[in-house]
């Protein structure tokens, strides 16, 4: 079992950057791929970015459409973490952001993520 926090969101302005911290508990979230969607009221989950574990081969990342180029997602083995560091902000990425956890490769859907945060909310305004 994995229990995920997200911690960082904030309201911010227009062309502000930001990034967001998922602490995973336990080493077990170490050897799971991890992700970030986001969601607003009456749309569905949005894919944001993915990684999978840290391994001396590489570690592959992988970015939805709408955040390509302003977006990054890393992790920290030491401190069981993920984070996304978002730039360029936009008042369209407001959302509920979530971080989701599973075992094996990262993806880019919703259903094939066992483990959930609560979330983290971020307002961006003009």
């Known amino acids: 079992q994995v229990q995920l926090s997200e911690y960082g969101g904030r309201p911010v302005q227009a062309g502000d950057s930001l990034r967001l911290l998922c602490l995973g508990s336990g080493r077990t979230f170490n050897n799971h791929a991890a992700a970030w969607f986001r969601q607003t009221p009456g749309k569905e989950r949005e894919f944001v970015a993915a990684i999978g574990r840290i391994d001396w081969s590489g570690t592959p990342k992988y970015y939805g459409d709408s955040v390509k180029g302003r977006a990054s997602i890393g992790r920290n083995e030491g401190d069981n973490s993920a984070s996304l560091q978002m730039n360029n902000l936009r008042p369209n990425d407001t959302a509920m952001y979530y971080c989701?956890?599973?075992?094996?490769?990262?993806?880019?859907?919703?259903?094939?993520?066992?483990?959930w945060g609560r979330g983290t909310q971020v307002t961006v305004s003009s």
């Open positions: 989701a956890s599973r075992p094996g490769s990262p993806r880019t859907s919703q259903e094939d993520y066992s483990f």
